[in-house]
């Protein structure tokens, strides 16, 4: 039967990983997969997840089956971190095989109970986030995340979306960090978003994958946790991946918020039932790592320093890049204020296959950049080559 399947296009972004492994230019730079690097190029495993994979060698007594919810102090402590001291009683949460296993989860979860629900994005955002509802068999709505301007974050878009969509469906906002546009609401506009929700019966599913990454771990948090303040009911994904750098170990969670502790069971239960029957148990390995981490004073606080030192280098190339000539022009005026890994560039096709062919520089094709990958002695040779490739 395999020959009457459909065709599949390839992944346009992981097409990209092999091209620049095959590309033999010295001083190629990959600014398309969203990982972060030094200025060496590399990704190199945190001090604080060695320390605590040697302690895991070193103690861990057994190996044997967890259950479904895999490591339940592990969604404990990142419900903490997360949600704070103050919200993460009213949560409960399971790990999951990264952050997109905690959204396929999530779409399950949206699917279940014989209500039928449409899941609502605002646009562009993260290239797996309509293919994944999609094929959990939602109807997907799209509205524009970004302003007519192009700098902020368009509020009244979403108002009018909420007031299209009917009441059950569910909205998806990326809690910080937004992938790819680097434009999140700002911190008094959450409560507004969460008010307008919560008046129209429409349930928030957060995507959380760069907390840390914008301005601070728990500032990355506030807005997401004042908007939770407004709701009744909100369903979040935490992708652990980028901010402990545990990428191909897979470690995320499920956290299910609301006030009805039957409803926070049942929730849990129909989700231990969807991971039961998709992977059965999620690997151990990356959470164990996380919770030997934020169960532990020291190695938490030396998780910190390094995630610090990752966002302050981040921040330093946007402050570069926005301070460099024509920056306006090339799109960059913006990235100062922005927050997470990306910006998105307005590139075309033939301008991002230029970066490529001539200056070595490898861009996500709808224009997204990491700038988490960006040195920053080499801002100036970036710049140079955007305005080259854009503006001639
Ligand atoms: N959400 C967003 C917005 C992302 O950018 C990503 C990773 N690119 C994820 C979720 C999922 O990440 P992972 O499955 O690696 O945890």
Redesign the pocket.
């Known amino acids: 039967f395999f020959s009457c399947l459909d065709a599949q296009k390839p992944d346009p972004l992981l097409s990209l990983i092999e091209a620049f492994a095959s590309d033999q230019r010295p001083g190629k730079l990959d600014l398309s997969v969203?990982v972060y690097r030094d200025d060496h190029g590399r990704t190199p495993v945190m001090r604080a997840v060695k320390l605590a994979e040697e302690r895991l060698v070193r103690d861990q007594p057994s190996k044997s089956y967890l259950g479904p919810d895999g490591d339940r102090r592990f969604a404990e402590c990142l419900g903490e971190l997360v949600l704070g001291r103050g919200l993460s009683g009213q949560a409960r949460g399971i790990q999951t095989v990264?952050?997109?296993?905690a959204?396929s989860i999530a779409a399950g979860l949206l699917g279940a109970g014989g209500v039928s629900r449409k899941i609502w994005l605002g646009t562009p955002?993260?290239s797996?986030?309509l293919p994944l509802f999609a094929a959990a068999g939602l109807p997907v709505r799209t509205y524009s995340h970004v302003d007519e301007q192009g700098g902020g974050f368009a509020l009244d878009a979403f108002l009018a979306a909420v007031q299209q969509a009917s009441p059950g469906d569910a909205f998806l906002l990326?809690g910080c960090g937004h992938?790819p546009t680097g434009i999140d609401p700002d911190i008094a506009t959450w409560t507004k978003i969460g008010r307008a929700l919560a008046d129209r019966g429409l349930i928030p599913l957060i995507?959380l994958?760069?907390q840390g990454f914008g301005a601070g771990v728990e500032e990355d948090a506030r807005g997401m946790r004042d908007l939770l303040g407004v709701v009744p009911e909100a369903v979040i994904?935490v992708?652990?991946?980028?901010t402990f750098g545990l990428?191909r170990d897979?470690?995320?969670a499920l956290l299910c918020y609301g006030n009805d502790a039957a409803g926070l069971d049942l929730a849990m239960a129909n989700a231990r039932g969807i991971a039961r029957c998709s992977y059965s148990m999620p690997p151990d390995h990356g959470a164990a790592v996380v919770r030997t981490i934020l169960d532990d004073a020291g190695l938490a606080a030396i998780w910190r320093e390094e995630l610090d030192a990752m966002r302050n280098r981040l921040r330093a190339t946007r402050r570069a890049l926005a301070a460099s000539p024509g920056a306006d022009a090339l799109g960059l005026g913006g990235v100062a204020g922005q927050g997470g890994m990306f910006c998105l560039l307005p590139l075309d096709g033939a301008q991002v296959e230029r970066l490529r062919s001539r200056f070595a520089i490898f861009v996500a094709p709808d224009g997204r950049v990491n700038l988490a990958a960006l040195p920053l002695e080499r801002v100036g040779a970036f710049t140079e080559a955007l305005a080259d490739v854009a503006l001639r």
């Open positions: 969203g990264g952050g997109t296993g959204l955002t993260w797996n986030h990326q992938n995507d994958a760069y994904a992708s652990c991946n980028k990428y897979r470690v995320g």
